[in-house]
């Protein structure tokens, strides 16, 4: 696999949700490895809680998990299909969703109340991380009004099909964010089928990864591209 050039920002933002200037960077960090779930939510949990407090800088952390199925606020019990893998209840908003190697998840601890605290606002700025990080490597990445996350047009599977490539699911406490984006670089997508994706079961809705795009992106790669977009949007990281 030949390495793709260096990532580039896309100039296409559609709601920048950048701090005052003078405002501390955001920490950027990448674990290695996989990322137990619980440690996850533990880190999550306890780094929040410091950011409210002016203790800590804001946070943008970005793991991989072993195979696991995770349950929003909005779960429901019939959209799982098959509990192959283990399955946790989470405080985040939203449905079913799976995590697992080659999926690339960025946690995002960001205090609103330093930017702009309104939580379409801060949604629609994920949707545009996502598809400026996208738009890198030549994929147009659309938002939908009924569905969130970001979504990629396949008239190959058929007319009126599409992909769905990120996640996003957060929380807020005391304005500061937690929880964040999934972005499918390389995971094995039959790993969706035991479960009914955000809670969308038309057939002309499916999953699909960079990878899966024909896109030979490796994980580090896809943190460049993503950092690059994330700063035009949110602003520096460190």
Known sequence: M?????????????????????????????????TPYEEAVALMEARAEAIA??????LVWLVEHPPLYTAGTSAQEGDLHDARFPVHQSGR??????????????YVM???KA??????????????????????????????????????????KGQDYEDKIAAIGIRLRRWVTFHGISLNVEPQLDHFSG????????????????????IPVTM????????????????PTI
């Open 93 to 106: 908003g939203g449905q079913f969703t799976y995590h697992g190697p080659g999926q690339r998840v960025a």
């Open 110 to 112: 960001l205090d609103l």
């Open 53 to 58: 407090d002016g203790t800590a800088p804001e």
């Open 2 to 34: 030949s390495p793709l050039p260096p990532p580039q920002p896309s100039a296409r933002l559609a709601r920048p949700m950048a701090a005052a200037a003078g405002h501390p960077p955001v920490e950027w960090r990448i674990a290695e490895g996989l």
């Open 115 to 156: 930017r702009t605290p309104d939580v379409r606002a801060f949604v629609a700025s994920l949707e545009d991380w996502i598809t400026a990080a996208l738009a890198i490597y030549n994929i147009r990445g659309e938002r939908r009004e009924d569905r969130v996350g970001v979504w990629v047009k396949r008239p190959d």
């Open 195 to 214: 479960i009914v994706p955000c809670g969308i079961s038309l057939q002309k809705y499916g999953v699909t990864s960079l990878v899966d795009l024909g």
């Open 220 to 235: 580090p790669e896809a943190d460049g591209a993503l950092r690059a977009a994330f700063e035009t949007i949110f602003g």
